[in-house]
């Protein structure tokens, strides 16, 4: 039993904690938010007040947070990580945030004479509930190591991918695909909708074709054909709609650092930006497919063809 401190509860960080628990871990955790707290509890870790009384006897730190700045702050602050941690502890960032803050981060926490590993994750609420995320770590083959038994409740696929930093360029080189991929696949649904094809006679086919994909096949953006998906359920995030925009913005950064050309990112972009400020920034980021196959709340639409 490990001694873990996890910090983020949110829609990933809470049944990641969970599975850490069920492989019988003691979990200490904090969050921000009341309700997330109150659900660590709920779920059998113990929640502390505060970030400080979290880390304080943490043989492992996890943080699971929105972006980079968040993460800076929580390792960096006054009474943060960094400050409040046993320096024997290791420190394993989770969050998608941008390479520039996972390097500033990791540095100063070599510096403070702490081991740490940046380690996204891909696969969503389904795959953190199922331990089945695919893990890409960046670090040292020292702190992967030591990393590698604590990630393996939570995943089923783990990866070294390089030093600090490595495993954040890997993941948004996947999100921007995996953004991409929503866009044209819901293209793709809205022109055969419009030719009148069924969804389900659609995903039937193209999952058994040549453009098939991991949007199509485990995510589909209209309510049917995959039942786990959030279209199922009113698109309810999942992996909320600003939070893939935040990642697709990560990789232009990155592309734009390296004079990488990414003109079908750039234009993918644009669209979950006038998602989010059209009204979709609750909803999770397959709800793209409501902007794209014509607007409007779709979120009970079945499998009826969208008209005009
Ligand atoms: P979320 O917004 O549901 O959870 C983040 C949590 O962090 C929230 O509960 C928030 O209250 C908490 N938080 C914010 N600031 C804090 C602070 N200073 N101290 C403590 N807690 C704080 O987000 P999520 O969907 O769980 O995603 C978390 C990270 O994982 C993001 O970087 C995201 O890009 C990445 N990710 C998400 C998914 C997904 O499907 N949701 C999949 C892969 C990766």
Not at 158 to 172: C, E, R, T, W, Y
Not at 205 to 232: F, H, M, T
Request: with cysteine; charged share 15%.
């Amino acid at each position: 039993m490990t001694t873990i401190a996890f910090i983020g509860l949110g829609n990933m960080g809470l049944p990641m904690s969970r599975r850490l628990i069920g492989a019988g871990h003691r979990i200490v955790g904090y969050d921000v938010s009341e309700a997330a707290r109150t659900g660590l509890a709920r779920q059998g870790g113990h929640a502390a007040a505060t970030l400080g009384e979290a880390v304080a006897e943490a043989e492992c730190v996890i943080t699971m947070l929105p972006t980079g700045r968040h993460v800076r702050a929580v390792y960096e602050d006054e009474g943060g990580i960094l400050a409040a941690a046993p320096r024997d502890a290791l420190l394993i960032d989770s969050s998608t945030i941008d390479i520039e803050s996972a390097r500033a981060v990791s540095a100063a926490a070599a510096a403070a004479g702490f081991a740490m590993v940046d380690a996204p994750v891909s696969g969503a609420v389904p795959a953190a509930e199922g331990g089945r995320l695919t893990f890409m770590v960046g670090g040292g083959a020292q702190a992967y190591a030591r990393a590698r038994p604590l990630l393996e409740p939570m995943g089923a696929n783990f990866f070294h991918v390089g030093p600090a930093g490595s495993g954040q360029a890997l993941k948004i080189c996947n999100n921007m695909l995996a953004g991409m991929t929503m866009v044209a696949l819901s293209e793709a649904i809205a022109l055969g909708e419009k030719l009148g094809l069924d969804h389900q006679i659609l995903y039937d086919v193209i999952v058994k074709s040549s453009g098939n994909c991991w949007a199509l096949e485990k995510y589909c953006p209209v309510p049917g054909p995959v039942p786990a998906s959030p279209a199922n359920h009113g698109y309810a995030p999942g992996f909320a709609l600003p939070m893939m925009l935040k990642d697709m913005r990560l990789a232009q950064q990155a592309a734009g650092s390296v004079q990488a050309a990414t003109p079908l990112a750039g234009a993918a972009v644009a669209l979950y930006q006038m998602a989010a400020a059209g009204g979709y920034a609750d909803r999770d980021f397959s709800a793209i497919f409501q902007l794209i196959a014509g607007g409007g709340d779709r979120t009970h639409a079945g499998t009826t063809p969208a008209s005009g």
